[in-house]
Each structure stands twice: as C-alpha cells, then as structure tokens.
C-alpha cells in the first residue's frame, strides 16, 4: 500500500456512494463531473482524484448503480469518444446484469 488508497468504513463508503448517485441522477445524460472537493474523492485514490466523473448504470441485482471514475486529469482533456465509452460501458454493465 502506497498510502494513496482510501481508508474508509463502508458505512461512510454507503453514504458516499449514495451521493455520488444523487448526483448522476439529477443529471440529464446521467453522467456527471464532480471536483476533487467533493465527498466521493474519499473513494478513490488521491492520484485520481483531480475529476471525478460519476455515470448512472442503472439497476444492478435490485439496487441502484453508477461507475465512479477518477482521474488525474481535468475534464477538457477527456475527448467526445472517451465519455461515450463510458455511456457505452454503463448500459453493457447495465444489460449483462438483468
């Protein structure tokens, strides 16, 4: 372990997730960026967490699910074709689960 890993009790990972899918919810596309300030950064590695993009996926075994991307890039150097991969990601994720 680098110490770069996330130490947190999944109680707090619960809420924390819960509000990363709060978030994608209220958006339109079902995908969106939040800053390295917000709450999910605790999910991830601190290498990763300068643009956190949160995707809506869907129903997964009965319960609500999204991916949670991290990156140490800002979100203008992420092209047209990566965020469709990730729409695209989500509903495979989505279908291969129901």
């Not at 709450?39 to 996926?57: D, E, G, H, N």
């Not at 009965?62 to 989500?90: H, K, M, V, Y």
């Amino acid at each position: 372990d680098s110490g770069d890993t996330p130490q947190i009790g999944s109680d707090e990972e619960k809420k924390l997730i819960q509000t990363c899918l709060d978030a994608a919810s209220q958006s339109k596309g079902g995908r969106v960026a939040l800053p390295e300030i917000h709450p999910a950064s605790k999910l991830l590695p601190k290498s990763a967490t300068r643009c956190i993009l949160v995707q809506r996926v869907g129903d997964v075994c009965g319960s609500e699910a999204c991916l949670i991307i991290g990156s140490d890039r800002l979100l203008p150097s992420f092209t047209r074709n990566d965020l469709r991969w990730i729409g695209q990601l989500a509903d495979f994720t989505n279908l291969r689960t129901k």
